[in-house]
């Protein structure tokens, strides 16, 4: 572990988060003002403070952790990474939902201002040094979710998504908040790092330790998607409004990956024993269940749900080896499942207008004779979710089975294989509809030309770093070690 400065009240490390909040406010308070035929204005300052968190990031890059506000807040290589990684995220995805949004009269200040908080509650999360920031963070993500996906009033199935997104996650807060008590009990401190610290010295009570780190582990799988506390994520995905979608299963995932390792890596390193057996279970729970239960399905948002459950499963895989190897390869999965998912879910927003949702199979018939370029790209979409080479997908699964592997879990590495053949199934019959049937809908494609030139950009560079992973993976790896 780098040793780490601690500066009692440095405001620069917290930058990127100081410069997203006032601009999140500067939105709120300026959209009050512009006419509803003008609410670009309000979309544009959104992208200007979006980009201008993701430019202060790198502004404040920081080579060497460094510890603030009361040993609270934390800043290093790994957060800022995860940071820059979560604007851009969320740029794309306004920037992909904004006709989608338009069409359904819910391109307005609110969705970009809940937007900018829920990315405000996940860049607290992923600087988190102690756990009440860590649930500060999580209780603001959580509760800008609940909201967008509630938005869409005239949706009576957002409106029930919304409720039950609610009421699992305020379960999940209770099993968090219940697990930090027991930790809490056992160390007496609430300290990240000093938490390790009474644990290797003995002084903490093994007991109490366990049966909260039991409640986090539930917590954390929550956030995850991960089975058994996978049952809001099939409904929430189908229930919300695509560009929702697109967002609760894109940018989240960075601040659920940054709230499992500053837990698992940065406190409770020292029982690594004991959460590894139960990241096993979640895992092969994820891997079977997910994608047995997507093959099954007609409906795009469900079946990428269970994909998603399917794929945190094998992302787990690489925390099971606990050393940096392992953590690196999950952290490129994590990156790689967000990079793919943008152009899944970008693709279905391309397919759907006013009035209309893609969301059945059936409209993905004859993709091909309609637009061969996006049929092309949801091919490599396909390809990279399934693991096909060369996509980037093959070599992040590939990743996090060697890891598996390494640690002598070669029974593991044989089930994720099995499940990543079950998998396939499922994303080449897209790429079959695609290709291989007559079009049900002949209506053109319309997309202005920024959507389609930053989906093209999205999609091949599931390719390119397909065919070059060694840049992304080095940086997954250089975050890390010079984070733990």
């Given amino acids: 572990m780098p040793a780490v400065p601690t500066l009692a009240f440095d405001y620069l490390p917290a930058l990127p988060e100081i410069v997203l909040l006032i601009s999140a406010c500067a939105v709120l308070l300026i959209d009050l003002f512009v006419p509803e035929p003008r609410r670009h204005v309000s979309y544009w300052l959104t992208q200007l403070s979006l980009a201008a968190t993701a430019l202060a990031t790198l502004y404040v890059f920081h080579k060497m ?17 995860l940071n820059f990684l979560s604007c851009v995220t969320v740029m794309l995805m306004l920037a992909y939902s904004r006709d989608y949004l338009a069409a359904r009269g819910l391109f307005r200040g609110e969705t970009f ?12 999360m992923i600087a988190a040094n102690h756990f009440l920031t860590l649930y500060l963070g999580l209780e603001l993500m959580s509760l800008s979710l609940y909201a967008m996906v509630a938005l869409y009033r005239e949706s009576g199935a957002a409106i029930e998504a919304a409720m039950k997104y609610f009421v699992l996650g305020a379960l999940a807060s209770g099993l ?4 930090i008590s027991m930790i809490y009990g056992a160390t007496g401190t609430l300290d990240i790092q000093r938490v390790t610290t009474v644990i290797f010295s003995g002084n903490a009570n093994h007991t109490i330790l366990i049966f909260g780190l039991v409640f986090v582990v539930s917590a954390i799988a929550f956030k995850l998607g991960a089975v058994p506390y996978h049952m809001w994520v099939p409904d929430v995905y189908q229930g919300a409004p695509t560009a929702i979608t697109l967002f609760i299963g894109t940018a989240p995932e960075f601040a659920a990956f940054a709230f499992m390792t500053r837990i698992l890596v940065g406190s409770l390193v020292a029982v690594a024993f004991d959460w590894q057996g139960m990241l096993i279970v979640l895992s092969l729970l994820s891997m079977i269940v997910g994608n047995v239960i997507a093959v099954s399905q007609s409906n795009v948002k469900r079946m990428l749900a269970y994909s998603a459950i399917a794929n945190m499963g094998f992302m787990l895989m690489g925390f099971l080896a606990a050393n940096i190897n392992g953590y690196s390869a999950a952290m490129f999965y994590i990156v790689t499942y967000v990079m793919s998912s943008l152009v899944g879910f970008g693709t279905v927003l391309l397919l759907s207008r006013a009035g209309f949702e893609a969301e059945n199979l059936d409209d993905f018939k004859g993709l091909n004779q309609r637009s061969p370029w996006f049929a092309f790209l949801m091919l490599l979409t396909m390809f990279s979710l399934a693991g096909v080479p060369p996509t980037i997908g093959f070599y992040a699964k590939f990743s996090v089975i060697e890891a598996a592997v390494d640690v002598g879990l070669v029974w593991l590495a044989v089930v994720a294989v099995l499940a990543s053949l079950i998998g396939a199934f499922y994303y080449l019959r897209i790429v079959k509809l695609m290709y291989f049937d007559d079009p049900v809908d002949n209506a053109p494609l319309e997309a202005r030309v920024d959507m389609r030139v930053l989906l093209s950009l999205n999609g091949m560079s599931l390719l390119f770093f397909g065919i070059f992973p060694q840049q992304l993976m080095g940086m997954c790896v250089l975050a890390l070690t010079r984070s733990y």
């Fill in 113 to 124: 201002v809940l937007a900018m908080f829920a990315l405000l509650g996940m860049m607290v």
């Fill in 65 to 81: 952790p460094v510890r603030t506000f009361g040993n609270m807040f934390v800043a290093d290589a790994f957060g800022d990474l």
């Fill in 176 to 179: 968090l908040l219940y697990g």
